[in-house]
């Protein structure tokens, strides 16, 4: 089974960096897109960033222009650089596997493996 | 951005119970929605994929229905083990957005 595991969290002021790292043992890493998805404290989830299979990446409108999403495949890694945090980043961080597959003429996207998470803390 | 609506926001049920869970968006979306479960402090877990496809090793009470811009997730005999929180995802475009979930609980 595919198992991930994030790491990098802690405890950053205002305006401060950190970045994430989610590593995979799978050696298909490659042929996956990857995922980002944070949670507030006693908040919903939200999607925060996705680096496809095919190179493209995508931001949520709250981290666009200070989030930067990664991947190392010969690594099996994928990296969030954050930048210019501010206290609404707080929240644990999910990586998320995603899955495409094609069903007769339908094409579906999932997340089906998630890491533990890791979280992030914004404060002074 | 297409916003996703689930109703209603939090539940109460007992165990066998049939439990509906709605997920409205803001522009159709075709079939492309999934939900998740999440339990306190845990990574949410995929169920169901493409409004109604099943994952695999998900249990059979789990489906889902719907296309275009309303889909329910039905639990058909409540197990102790499904009181959670449960969300809707929308991957027709970006940014993928997430309903605000519904929390499930115990009666």
């Known amino acids: 089974d595919v198992q991930l595991l994030e790491s990098g969290g802690g405890l950053v002021q205002p305006g401060g960096s950190l970045r994430l790292s989610c590593a995979t043992s799978e050696f298909t890493f490659r042929r996956y897109a990857m995922n980002w998805v944070r949670q507030a404290p006693g908040k919903g989830l939200e999607w925060v960033s996705t680096f496809s299979d095919t190179g493209n990446t995508y931001y949520g409108d709250s981290v666009k222009g200070r989030f930067t999403i990664s991947r190392d495949n010969s690594k099996g890694t994928l990296y969030l650089q954050m930048n210019s945090l501010r206290a609404e980043d707080t929240a644990v961080y999910y990586c998320?596997?995603?899955?495409?597959?094609?069903?007769?003429?339908?094409?579906?996207?999932?997340?089906?493996?998630w890491g533990k998470g890791t979280t992030v803390t914004v404060s002074s | 951005a297409i916003q996703m609506t689930q109703s209603p926001s939090s539940l109460s049920a007992s165990v066998g119970d049939r439990v509906t869970i709605t997920c409205r968006a803001s522009q159709g979306i075709r079939n492309d929605l999934g939900w998740y479960q999440q339990k306190p402090g845990k990574a949410p877990k995929l169920l169901i994929y493409?409004?109604?496809s099943l994952h695999s090793g998900v249990p059979s009470r789990f489906s889902g229905s719907g296309s275009g811009t309303d889909f329910t997730l039905t639990i058909s005999s409540l197990q102790p083990e499904d009181f959670a929180t449960y969300y809707c995802?929308?991957?027709?475009?970006?940014?993928?957005?997430f309903g605000q979930g519904t929390k499930l609980e115990i009666k």
């Open positions: 998320a596997k995603g899955t495409g597959i094609a069903k007769g003429s339908d094409y579906y996207y999932y997340m089906d493996v």
């Open positions: 995802l929308q991957d027709y475009n970006y940014p993928l957005t």
């Open positions: 493409g409004a109604s």
